[in-house]
């Protein structure tokens, strides 16, 4: 029986890392045996945190190859174990545990750890993709790859694919915002190594792949497609890992380009190879959204939902296809099948699901005015959301905004400010919602309340305006615009301001008396045009 205890080696490369790198490092530090840094030019205080924890700091130049980089650092590492992290990640402390077994009895090669990635902030949506994350330190396993470099392929090519093991263990991924501040220039940096590696290994499916997502980022659509058909020819299938990602990317480029019956039949092979991959079923879904056939795009949102998310998903999963998502897209299609009740189960299902995903209230709203009266259907939404944060008050009183329900938003309003008494964005709705009641000296009471810093503050000054002059306070229009530079882009958002109170009233009209004689969709189409021209 082996009782030597395993050591653990973790190994990075990293380039002006310092928001992310304290974070990482110490998610990491209590078990972890050695902590190796290949820095590729660090000009901020990188290396310095990096050294606070102890670690190992190599110096090289950046050469446009994410392999040769990383295969620094694995020739530095002297655990018997290679955990690999980058720097805008963290590992998950309750898996802690976890691992320390798999280095002391795990029997696989490699081991393949749960990348939940969070993609966007405001609606916690996520997606969570398996990643070889720790293998055997052995001289063989190397990067291969100048561009997303896999350590997979050197492991399987030196044993074979049944030597790694999927796992549960997880590890976040925060560097999303950061991600889309940096993602145009990484992706110039991208598709010139993408290119590259295409002309040196035509052949090569995977590097086809890279070519064409990074044309996808670029929304080059039509040169990606044409990547991702190389890709798929020079696969070796199922065998390898990121073909379930090229389904997916492939059709999302199809989906833009309008290309469905395409798109459908491209999804017929990635689900006949994939069959337990939500994403793939979604995306089907959506296409026959998109064609107007409603029921089998029903039916397949209802698969999504019965596959589910898998605690140990093989595919980068986004949960919320399988989740929320798949609920608010059902319930989008039993409202065109006119299956109200349907549609209001699952747009409340969908919240219930994921509390800042919130679109799918403000659809539910009118549902539940056309199924009950007006007091109701508040009534109803007061009880799903059961407010007590100043985020929801907002939310409640924002949805009544958007369908003409005034007093009940201003109630909203006003509890939110009671919890938030400085809220400068309550204020501001608080000052559109009295306006939108023909309540104008309530609105200038409201938007006078505005600082100058507030970024509202100057639509506010043309809302003021338009209260003095409803008023006929014609002093104080004047006085106000005295302090305002009357240049033509003033005169153009002043115009706006008064075609869209013309624009509300007419939506307003037709939500109340949609048969109405006197006011017409096209009317409020024309108002719209001429807005567009201001």
């Not at 110096?59 to 655990?79: C, M, Q, Y």
């Not at 350590?151 to 044993?159: D, F, G, N, R, V």
């Not at 109405?516 to 108002?527: D, G, M």
Request: proline share 3%; hydrophobic share 40%.
């Amino acid at each position: 029986m082996n009782t030597k205890k395993a050591k653990i080696s973790l190994c990075m490369i990293v380039k002006d890392e310092e928001r992310y790198l304290p974070a990482c490092l110490e998610s990491v530090r209590t078990f972890v045996h050695e902590i190796i840094i290949v820095d590729t030019g660090s000009k901020d205080r990188t290396v310095k945190i990096a050294k606070k924890y102890g670690a190992k700091v190599f110096h090289i130049p950046w050469e446009d190859d994410f392999s040769k980089a990383r295969n620094v650092s694995l020739e530095k590492a002297t655990g018997d174990w290679i955990l690999h992290l980058d720097a805008d990640e963290q590992f998950e402390q309750e898996d802690k545990a976890k691992i320390l077994s798999l280095v002391q009895s795990g029997t696989a090669e490699g081991y393949l750890f749960q990348v939940i990635n969070y993609n966007f902030e405001s609606t916690g949506d996520v997606c969570v993709f398996p990643s070889l994350r720790l293998w055997r330190n052995k001289p063989e396993y190397r990067f291969t790859g100048a561009l997303h470099e896999q350590i997979s392929l050197s492991i399987i090519e030196h044993t074979t694919a049944d030597s790694l093991s999927s796992t549960p263990i997880r590890i976040h991924h925060y560097g999303y915002a950061e991600a889309v501040m940096k993602e145009k220039r990484k992706t110039e940096r991208n598709i010139k190594i993408a290119e590259s590696e295409v002309k040196k290994h035509p052949g090569n499916g995977f590097y086809h792949y890279n070519l064409g997502t990074e044309y996808l980022r670029l929304n080059r659509y039509q040169e990606a497609t044409q990547q991702f058909q190389l890709a798929w020819e020079h696969s070796r299938g199922v065998q390898e890992v990121w073909v379930a990602s090229l389904f997916k990317n492939y059709t999302n480029a199809l989906l833009v380009m309008r290309k469905f019956p395409e798109a459908i039949h491209l999804l017929n092979k990635g689900i006949q190879l994939f069959p337990d991959f939500a994403d793939l079923t979604y995306l089907k879904a959506v296409c026959y959204f998109e064609l107007g056939q409603y029921h089998q795009a029903a039916n397949l949102f209802q698969q999504c939902l019965m596959l589910g998310a898998s605690p140990t998903p093989q595919y980068p999963s986004n949960k919320a296809l399988s989740n929320e998502k798949a609920h608010y897209a059902l319930a989008l299609s039993y409202g065109k099948m006119n299956r109200i009740d349907e549609a209001v189960h699952h747009f409340q299902q969908a919240y219930l699901c994921n509390r800042n995903f919130t679109e799918s209230l403000h659809q539910l709203f009118p549902l539940l005015c056309k199924k009950d009266s007006v007091e109701q259907a508040k009534a109803k939404l007061h009880e799903l959301v059961q407010p007590t944060r100043i985020e929801e008050y907002i939310l409640l009183a924002k949805i009544f905004m958007t369908w003409y329900q005034y007093p009940a938003a201003k109630h909203y309003f006003l509890e939110a400010e009671r919890v938030e008494p400085n809220n400068q964005q309550i204020f501001y709705f608080a000052g559109i919602c009295s306006l939108r009641e023909g309540n104008y000296a309530q609105a200038v009471y409201w938007f006078k309340r505005l600082d100058k810093a507030s970024p509202n503050y100057d639509v506010a000054q043309l809302f003021l305006y338009y209260c003095y002059t409803a008023m006929d306070q014609q002093e104080a229009a004047f006085h106000l615009l005295s302090g305002i530079e009357k240049n033509e882009s003033f005169l153009r958002a002043l115009a706006k301001v008064y075609l869209e109170e013309a624009a509300l009233l007419l939506q307003e009209g037709l939500f109340y008396h949609p048969d109405s004689s006197i006011i017409s969709p096209k009317q409020l189409h024309q108002i719209r045009e001429v807005m567009s021209l201001a």
